[in-house]
Structures are given as structure tokens and as C-alpha cells.
Nanobody, 121 residues
Framework: QVQLVESGGGLVQPGGSLRLSCAASGSIFNIGAMGWYRQAPGKERDLVAHISPGGSTNYADSIKGRFTISRDNAKNTVSLQMNSLKPEDTAVYYC???????????????WGQGTQVTVSS
């Protein structure tokens, strides 16, 4: 069984920083794209950042210049460095990954359980 486990959420003051990490474990042949999404109360889950296996990145306009996504292919991890945090960044953050369990199975999308980020004074 494959799972993604996030860590690093918490409470931070406006202007502060947090680093989220997500590790994939289980029977994995290879991982394609990885990403971070967030969902605020009463809102839909939205893309925050996305990174390809080769390191190409894509960011939501609302966080450009403040957040940085990175990955370690050897360790099957993806991270999100969040700087200059604002109250509107408050949400549950989810990581996801497109991965294959074997060379002969199709890619499937796996989600983490989510980690709460609260930005408040």
C-alpha cells in the first residue's frame, strides 16, 4: 500500500515562515508530478504549487514569490517552503503525487491526509 504523509504544519504569525514536507512510502516504481493543494473552510481545494520529475514548477498567482516547492527524487519527498505568510494562507494543506506501483500499471493519484496551517497573530 502506498501512502503520503505530510508534516510541518502549525500556527504562525503573519510574516512568518513554515516548511511543509511530504514523504511517499510503500511499493513505488516511480513518481511523476507532485504537488501541494490547500483547502480553506467553506472553499474548494485549490492548487498551490506543482513540480515535475525534472524540477519544472508551477505556482498559484496568490503565492508566487513567497512559496517554493522542491522535491528529492531519491527520497520520494516533496516540500513547500512558505515565507511571508498571510492570514489568507490559512488552510489545510495536502500533498499529492502521481505514481506507479510497477512498470506495468498506470499512474494513479495519491493524496496525503492534510496538515493544518494557521496564520494568525
Amino acid at each position: 500500500q502506498v501512502q503520503l504523509v505530510e508534516s510541518g504544519g502549525g500556527l504562525v504569525q503573519p510574516g512568518g515562515s513554515l516548511r511543509l514536507s511530504c514523504a511517499a512510502s510503500g511499493s513505488i516504481f516511480n513518481i511523476g508530478a507532485m504537488g501541494w493543494y490547500r483547502q480553506a473552510p467553506g472553499k474548494e481545494r485549490d492548487l498551490v504549487a506543482h513540480i515535475s520529475p525534472g524540477g519544472s514548477t508551477n505556482y498559484a498567482d496568490s503565492i508566487k514569490g513567497r512559496f517554493t516547492i522542491s522535491r528529492d527524487n531519491a527520497k520520494n519527498t516533496v516540500s513547500l517552503q512558505m515565507n511571508s505568510l498571510k492570514p489568507e494562507d490559512t488552510a489545510v494543506y495536502y500533498c499529492n503525487a502521481d505514481l506507479r506501483r510497477t512498470a506495468y500499471t498506470p499512474y494513479l493519484t495519491v493524496w496525503g491526509q492534510g496538515t493544518q496551517v494557521t496564520v494568525s497573530s
